[in-house]
């Protein structure tokens, strides 16, 4: 059964850049994985960010972009503001389906 | 405007059934796959099934695969989800979600909470 892993937790300062990172147990993470990142806020539904890696919505702000790095999927947030303290998913393509990272907590402080 | 409107509430006892509808406008129905994701609280997102709605092929998560059914109506661009032997650890948010063919996951549904207690 293939296990997402996020980051936790992270914490970035207002104005600052964070990445966050998305591995799979089978490997590294490819394009063909179709990652997609949301970012969900308490008592609402998920908002999707990113589609297929790298893909922005029209509605996705400008500072948010995905990539791979390392092996992994990666969002990156530039340029944070205090609204985008949120938990922020990661979704993978598997041969077990859809499977969902654990999430990350990111406080801006 | 694309919408995903899901029915109300639930509160079910324990080993009850619960049925969830999520009925779409706003764009052609069957161009898109529709799935079913639940948050328990304090708990990730779990992704628990996908249906095609212009074929009714589906795929359930192997976690929900003896007690879960997606369904669809095409007449009411609707799908459905039923989930059967309800327990306590049952007790989450339960959306659908819309993709586009090929991984582009893009508009949710509002979310049902359904509570299971005795």
């Known amino acids: 059964q293939t296990v997402v892993t996020q980051e936790p937790s992270l914490t970035v300062s207002p104005g600052g850049t964070v990445t966050l990172t998305c591995a799979s147990s089978?490997?590294?993470?490819?394009?063909?994985?179709?990652t997609n990142w949301f970012q969900k806020k308490p008592g609402q539904a998920p908002r999707t960010l990113i589609y297929?890696?790298?893909n922005k919505h029209s509605w996705t702000p400008a500072r948010f972009s995905g990539s791979l790095l390392g092996g992994k999927s990666a969002l990156t947030l530039s340029g944070v503001r205090p609204e985008d303290e949120a938990d922020y998913y990661c979704?993978?393509?598997?041969?077990?389906?859809?499977?969902f990272g654990g999430g990350t907590k990111l406080t801006v402080l | 405007q694309v919408q995903l409107v899901q029915s109300g509430a639930e509160v079910k006892k324990p080993g009850a059934s619960v049925k969830v509808s999520c009925e779409a406008s706003?764009?052609?129905?069957?161009?898109?796959?529709l799935h079913w994701v639940r948050q328990a609280p304090g708990q990730r997102l779990e992704w628990m099934g996908w249906i095609f709605t212009d074929s009714g092929d589906i795929r359930y998560s192997q976690r929900f695969q003896d007690r879960i059914t997606i369904t669809r109506d095409t007449s009411a661009s609707t799908t459905y989800m039923e989930l059967r032997s309800l327990r306590s650890e049952d007790t989450a948010l339960y959306f659908c979600a819309r993709e586009k063919m090929g991984g582009a996951w893009d508009y949710w549904g509002q979310g049902t909470l359904v509570i299971v207690s005795s």
């Open positions: 979704l993978l393509y598997s041969s077990d389906g859809w499977v």
């Open positions: 089978t490997g590294p993470v490819t394009t063909g994985y179709h």
């Open positions: 706003g764009y052609s129905f069957t161009s898109y796959v």
């Open positions: 297929s890696t790298s």
